[in-house]
């Protein structure tokens, strides 16, 4: 078994654990207080859709879930493990967390499969050979098989985030946080990203999602939360929030975007 199974082997979580669990979450920056005290818990393989008007704190919130923005006070437990403990490792939780963001963030000197590699050698310590072959096995799943010679400039945006989600997945996590993955692309490049998405949800991979495609959430979401002023306003069944919202906050955050 190599080094980096045998390690996800001793760090599986008993069964039932939640992929992720958000107690009394706060988050300033400076005097303005961004998460006004989350509560959030999140099952294993569930699909949580976050949606809310620029400013509520979702990016924030799920920022906070591998600790890119720090919290001011709460905890976060990753499949059970505390990750604001000063004694965790939390380079090693963060193995198990795949983050998609906004913008592509690949490196645009390295082909697409040196961009897949290059982390799995280095932080997984996985040997060439074996990186490229989970690598080529990523890039069938999204999709883009032929196109590991190419360089990011070559590919379209839609292209470029499916390397992005297949670079993620090489590192075989246990769940995906998604930060509004296809807001920088043009309109007909979204559905290939969300699709693969789909896929994946269908695979029963855990994701968290912020998204403003209200679609994907009520087809694809497990549930769908509705943020705004740093807490979460309403939750549900997508398909119910989305068409029978009850708090006044929600029907007029909708009224404008569906």
Do not use: W
Request: net charge negative; proline share 5%; aromatic share 4%.
């Amino acid at each position: 078994m190599s080094s980096d199974l045998t390690t996800r082997a001793a760090d599986t979580p008993a069964p039932g654990t939640p992929a992720i669990e958000i107690r009394d979450l706060h988050k300033s920056f400076g005097d303005v207080e961004v998460l006004k005290g989350i509560d959030l818990v999140i099952r294993q393989g569930e699909v949580v859709c976050v949606v809310g008007p620029s400013g509520s704190g979702k990016s924030t919130l799920l920022r906070s879930v591998n600790l890119l923005e720090e919290p001011t006070g709460g905890q976060i437990l990753i499949e059970g493990v505390d990750i604001l403990d000063p004694d965790v490792d939390i380079d090693r939780v963060r193995t198990r967390i795949g983050m998609v963001f906004q913008q592509f963030n690949l490196f645009p000197h390295m082909t697409v499969l040196r961009n897949l590699t290059i982390a799995q050698e280095k932080v997984l310590g996985r040997r060439t050979t074996e990186a490229r072959k989970v690598a080529q096995e990523m890039l069938d799943r999204v999709g883009l098989g032929e196109r590991g010679s190419a360089y990011p400039s070559h590919l379209s945006g839609g292209q470029q985030q499916r390397v992005a989600i297949a670079r993620s997945l090489c590192m075989n996590p246990d769940m995906m946080l998604f930060d509004e993955p296809t807001s920088a692309l043009d309109p007909e490049l979204v559905g290939e990203v969300l699709q693969v998405m789909q896929d994946l949800a269908k695979e029963g991979m855990t994701m968290m999602v912020v998204t403003h495609e209200m679609g994907f959430a009520r087809e694809v979401g497990d549930r769908l939360l509705f943020m705004d002023g740093g807490v979460i306003v309403e939750e549900g069944v997508p398909a119910d929030v989305l068409a029978r919202p009850r708090h006044e906050r929600t029907q007029a955050f909708l009224s404008k975007v569906l």
